[in-house]
């Protein structure tokens, strides 16, 4: 169903900043191989939130959900030199199913702390997940001593984490691909048998996430050291994760959606829940409204920007450096798009990794509109930024992809609101992995080419259960479903065919333990399923 964003008058008044999906799934995770109860306040309640916590549930946590926190019971202590124990005492012969739904975070990170966990850790997740890349975090662990077992080809899902010990010690990183490869590893280095150090190798990319995933584990009460440009982390196994409450920050990725809105509309807006000291790198976003010609004062004592753009400057030249804060690419492309004069952006090689390959759509939709937009490549030859014509107006009606991606989406529908005439989306609206409530904030009308009404609220026939789609996949999406079952029928083997827990019970277990249903919209899932995912058909790397 075609939809259409109709072009806005300013928008003015003030808004909140939705909590940060980083800090949420963090906490989550650690407060889960934590030793007791831990409050999680105020936590970002989205689709890849929610994956994060099935996930936790699928190790044993138990997450409760309330009005405004989660309360995480922990696992507590696994094995090693910290707890006085060894995978050997701990023996299961168990599956553990981790579905990570699109969530790169999950599964990677579930993949590296299954490697220390006593049962086998079997991780899957959509198509357009599977085609993602892992070999640089497999294959560092695979070095080290830890074994996977693959269902459909080396590094890539699904997979089952085979070892029941991280052995620690030194690995080597780049983040050029990603830093949830550091992320994932820095996590579960408590749980190895010995220290870990983390070399990052490399040119560096979005080491601000590496920091938010540090400065939790702290909180957490984990001793971490880590060089000032993080080139060396080392982290301790002596001692577990314990429980900590912990309050939630506002996300400055999902702000900038609500920032970028007053900037192409011409608005005023105040912006509570932004901390001006938050190690997020996309708060870069407030120094970059400025240089493009943004009024901003931030509120004395208060975590409050406000932000004037009510008068823009007639020309911009400007260029951005976003290698610490890739996820707002697009966001910057399509506000840069708005206002004459030339605004280079650089820095985003790795967004070509992330749920689409996010220069190059970017730059595809916007020539689609008539923006002069062209791909910047680096002196390897990949893709790693845009250079961007701008103009003060478009004639908009322009038909859109959002390529399956949430922030291709919501960059879009801030740059139709400057159009003269409305702008159409092939597909259905569909913010939920980040920011459920986009549309609501930015007050956005969206106008369904046919009578049916858009309902993103529960229980509308477009939707299905949370748990169809992260804890409990149809089989269609398992091609490797009979490669899991014979995982099950070899650990019942090798047990002399004894009754220990294995495949299908686990499932069967975690099927019994469902919490109340959440519905969340599907429709992209249904076309990657029934159309196939274009991003398998693009080169890996070099632009060429």
Not at 122 to 137: A, E, M, Q, Y
Request: hydrophobic share 35%; net charge positive; aromatic share 6%.
């Amino acid at each position: 169903m075609r939809k259409l964003i109709s072009r806005h008058d300013p928008i003015r008044g003030e808004f909140r900043a939705p909590a940060s999906k980083p800090e949420t799934q963090r906490a989550l995770v650690m407060a889960s191989l934590a030793d007791g109860l831990t409050r999680i306040g105020r936590p970002l309640v989205a689709r890849e939130t929610l994956v994060m916590m099935e996930a936790c549930r699928a190790l044993g946590a138990k997450v409760a959900l309330l009005d405004d926190r989660l309360d995480v019971s922990g696992i507590g202590p696994i094995f090693g030199p910290a707890f006085g124990r060894s995978p050997e005492q701990n023996g299961s012969s168990e599956s553990r199913y981790i579905w990570a739904s699109g969530s790169a975070l999950v599964a990677r990170l579930f993949l590296t702390i299954g490697s220390a966990m006593p049962e086998r850790i079997v991780v899957d997740g959509k198509c357009n997940l599977r085609v993602r890349p892992f070999g640089p975090l497999t294959s560092a662990l695979r070095r080290s001593g830890v074994e996977f077992q693959f269902f459909d080809g080396a590094d890539r899902l699904p997979c089952a984490a085979v070892s029941t010990r991280l052995p620690g010690g030194r690995y080597r990183l780049g983040t050029d691909v990603s830093s949830q490869f550091a992320t994932a590893l820095a996590i579960s280095a408590p749980l190895a048998a010995r220290a870990v150090h983390i070399e990052l190798t490399g040119p560096s990319y979005s080491l601000s996430y590496i920091r938010q995933t540090l400065s939790a584990m702290k909180h957490f009460g984990i001793p971490v050291r880590a060089d000032d440009d993080l080139r060396n982390i080392e982290i301790s196994n002596e001692r577990g994760y314990r429980s900590r409450d912990v309050e939630i920050t506002g996300d400055y990725t999902s702000a900038s959606y609500i920032l970028g809105a007053a900037f192409v509309t011409h608005g005023h807006i105040t912006v509570s829940n932004l901390d001006p000291e938050n190690l997020q790198g996309e708060r870069a976003i407030i120094d970059i409204l400025a240089k493009l010609g943004a009024r901003i004062r931030w509120l004395p004592g208060e975590d409050k920007v406000d932000v004037d753009c009510r008068s823009l400057p007639e020309r911009v030249c400007a260029e951005f450096d976003l290698s610490d804060c890739p996820n707002i690419l697009p966001t910057v492309a399509a506000l840069a798009a708005t206002v004459p004069g030339e605004v280079r952006i650089t820095g985003g090689k790795l967004t070509q990794n992330h749920k689409s390959p996010r220069i190059t759509a970017t730059a595809t939709e916007l020539r689609k509109a008539g923006v002069h937009v062209e791909v910047i490549t680096d002196s390897a030859g990949f893709v790693d930024g845009l250079m961007i014509r701008g103009a003060a107006e478009y004639p908009g009606d322009t038909e859109f992809s959002d390529h399956g991606d949430h922030r291709i989406f919501m960059a879009l529908t801030l740059f139709s609101l400057a159009c003269r005439t409305s702008c159409a989306f092939a597909e259905t609206p569909d913010t939920q992995d980040s920011f459920p409530e986009f549309l609501a904030h930015v007050s956005a009308p969206v106008l369904p080419v046919s009578p049916s009404p858009i309902q993103l609220a529960e229980g509308h026939s477009d939707h299905v259960s949370l748990h169809d789609e992260i804890q409990d996949p149809p089989s269609h999406r398992h091609p490797c479903r009979s490669a899991l079952r014979r995982l099950a029928h070899d650990q019942r083997r090798s047990h002399g065919g004894s009754e220990s827990p294995a495949w299908g019970e686990g499932r069967r277990r975690q099927h019994q333990q469902r919490r109340p249903v959440v519905h969340l919209h599907h429709r992209r899932a249904e076309r990657i399923r029934r159309h196939g995912d274009q991003r398998s058909r693009r080169p890996a790397h070099p632009a060429g």
